[in-house]
């Protein structure tokens, strides 16, 4: 596969120290680390709302045993007329909400003149899937100092996922996550919004050190099929998770975004359970396979 | 996702007794079970080539823990110049096997006037993805007293591969077992041939009491995918999976057929090992999840 | 492309005589020649439902301009529970319009058991998207004298289609009329059922002297579509089209298949109207592109 | 289709004068006017690497018939390790090449903060596929006063594509242009980079006021399909064609960039003359169609 690549700085063949496929790049995110054997879990709402709704569910998060809180400040959303965030003001929120729970965020910048403030607050910058080939972006956020996770586009091969990982590596920055989050396919629409591609997290992991992430609550856009899509991406060799979650108590039919998404907290419990559980380093069954 | 279904005898809404997604209908296959808590493992390779190459890897198959063997006989190729299969003389190889290993075998039927010869020498009857809308062939294998093994289409929606399962079930027989295989997407093909859709198992486990299985080898197309993609399949719920395997000591150069995607005997072993501990009941959490 | 192919012996650069990308290779129906300069267009109902209903479309089929009927016998329907055609008494009706107004016609077959009696009745055999891999049946239309329209399976590539093609002509029929009839993708549902891929006319014109249409019909789903569809494709350099057409005061709503698809009589004329001026020989521009 | 999409100021059903179908929202680019019964031809290099070149190019296309000059700036390149463009040298060459040619010309913005100084510049901005979703792009050039040219993304529903053009509507800039340029699917890859879509002009004609047109060298990816795929894209009722067009006498592979899409001169001229004889109003017939 790596063959057809031209050579990027964040390919193994190209980034000394990483011959080994069972090596990862660690990511730091708030004391953190991505890439180890642990499986790493970040979850949170879709959208930042209110204070309130983002304390309880960052507690809620927190006392399922997850990781990391996401939310979102900047929405990307289809339709100018939907909700778009509430932007600087759910920085602030965020950042008031980390004082409190010690939970550092991850939450997605989708402007290039706002990299600067989103960096100032957040602990790890998101690239969107719609903003994976936005290039000025890119360049932007490799110039922060900030663990960036890049999400794959929805109709992105593996090249063009690396490649766009290489726009933020060039200008400095090799602390970065890559993040599955489905793919759009033909045949799947009646029982999912995207297809997972598990098949993907192996390659990942062969062609580069960077950590890779599955999101299973955007590859399926339901809920109820979020904790076996979790278990299944840890098994596929995932080295964490990006799961949207309700508040306690929320109504889900009150949500201003993607109702249909978020897990409840007795959920997100057992999927961190089963993940502690779990080793993610390449076992060495399939690091043999690797090498071949 | 079931609504927009007509009423089909193998939906959990038509099919009395099964009203709750924690029960499925279990198929019997030479003794083995499939649809309890414990996944079971169909091995074997692409093609029969000869008795002595069968022979060999069903005892490997079966040493390394798999529950049933799988074997070609009639090849569906895609060009008429490849190698079609030994056809009559490789079902013949596989009784022979079976009477000296026990394992019962399963094997793929295309066309409706071989039903009857494959059924009388079959444990199962396999009926693979290119017909997986060839109403004939459903009508004929519905009409024999074998259970039935029927792979997805690579392009094929939930609601098209429970309509031909439905061909199957009007005739009589309702012991199917549904196969995901992976489907054709647009940014795969660098690194395996198609993508595995987990989204789709607890659906099909929502929607029907029918077992579902998935086949790793052809959802991915490469031997050192097929371990990780294992493991993650029983983690979304299969109740099973269909691997191809390379007898000991071959050189995977030459096989006449889909030489890149057969395991070696350890990561066979590997994968039962791991299937053994798990229980591919629907857990309390999903349970509730999908009474939703 | 064709590099990649193996030697099929339906190909420009196995068939002698065909070097020459501008030759196609003419296949005759019941006195109509698809291949040649002047479109062919086949219209007709969805399934036939009744002798008077048949008749009536063929006169309309007729007077617009067509020069082929299409009518279904045995059609392949996604829910055993749909209506599956009149079978051998729609063929007997279709032996009778055809006495009656003199229009040759195609018919689906998919049982290769049936080949014989379709073949007995109908001007051309067609194998339809869902049987474009059933081997056995390509074998069986192979042996006859009959002409044979094969359609594109819906996520089938290039290089698939010819060597279906490739298995009808191993039996010694080479009189194989290709037909695109649109492929699914990830994004059309809302207004399309599948996406018309005209990019392909003229690559198959490149590989292989076979004639090549397009059914607008299926490719869009939409009868409001199809006649812009149609001009498209032959401007494309398709040699025919495939159209499925109302009978004259029919109502729309009271049709067993495919309500959406059939249009009515004066969007057919316009569409005749228009093909009677078009040349799609290959023109002297595209000749040169095509040597390249 | 458009009863699934939210009120949008675009659509027909919210734009008061255009319920007829036949209408269409006229765009004027530097006296050219999209939108109108006459096709228009936009043609160019598929970036500027020089002035000679530029110039050439530009004669070349003039003298061919083409209507507006195209040429890659800022180029979004999936590697960035790719040649970028020749950025602001670009949109000087550009601005001297139409003082000598008198061809208006349309260029690429994919980063706000270049959105003015490209608006300075250039007769019309274009929004890259890969941009379709940059929601801040697009809000940033609907506060310009240029005619924008909306590229589709290569997965994008058309009702994604037309909320997109929302975002730059909202902004007060109606002067846009859709582009149709291409899907990914699953089974293309052999013969074309992408599917061209025609299937979606109709619906897009229906369901709002705003020109279309298609670019069918970045949808086929190969120059020789250009031609026919031109032709079909016109018959399919596109109001013009965005081309990449060599310079005369040029090596195809001393290009930095796309060097199998550029057709040669006389291509692009057999193009421009069979679209002066085609009329792309809504005619008659499909007017009708597209009332019901």
């Known amino acids: 596969m790596s063959e057809q690549l031209p050579d990027l700085s964040i390919l193994r063949r190209c980034w000394s120290g990483y011959d080994d496929p069972a090596t990862t790049h660690t990511v730091q995110v708030n004391g953190v680390k991505i890439g180890g054997s642990k499986p790493v879990i970040i979850a949170g709402p879709c959208a930042v709302e209110s204070y309130e709704q983002t304390l309880n569910i960052a507690r809620a998060v927190k006392a399922a045993g997850a990781h990391l809180l996401r939310g979102g400040a900047y929405k990307p959303r289809t339709s100018p007329h939907s909700f778009q965030g509430l932007g600087r003001e759910a920085l602030e929120i965020l950042v008031a909400v980390r004082a409190e729970t010690g939970l550092g965020f991850v939450t997605e910048v989708m ?97 580069t050190p960077l950590p890779v992430m599955v999101d299973p609550s955007h590859a399926t856009g339901q809920w109820s099929l979020v904790g076996a899509m979790s278990q299944a991406a840890l098994a596929a060799g995932s080295h964490g998770l990006l799961i949207e979650a309700l508040a306690p108590e929320v109504c889900r039919e009150d949500l201003l975004c993607d109702a249909e998404q978020g897990i409840p907290q007795d959920v997100l419990q057992e999927i961190t359970r089963a993940a502690e559980k779990m080793d993610v380093s390449l076992p060495s069954g399939l690091r043999a396979a690797a090498k071949c």
């Open 111 to 207: 402007d290039p003149r706002l990299v600067d403030l989103v960096a100032e607050h957040a602990d790890m910058l998101q690239i969107g899937s719609r903003s994976m080939q936005n290039y000025p972006l890119l360049r932007e956020v490799g110039r922060t100092d900030k663990p960036i996770l890049l999400k794959r586009g929805w109709s992105s091969t593996l090249e063009e996922w690396l490649c766009s990982a290489e726009y933020v590596a060039m200008e400095g920055n090799r602390n970065i996550v890559l993040c599955e989050r489905g793919i759009r396919a033909s045949c799947h629409w009646s029982y999912a919004r995207n297809v997972l591609d598990l098949n993907v997290i192996q390659p990942v992991r062969q062609a």
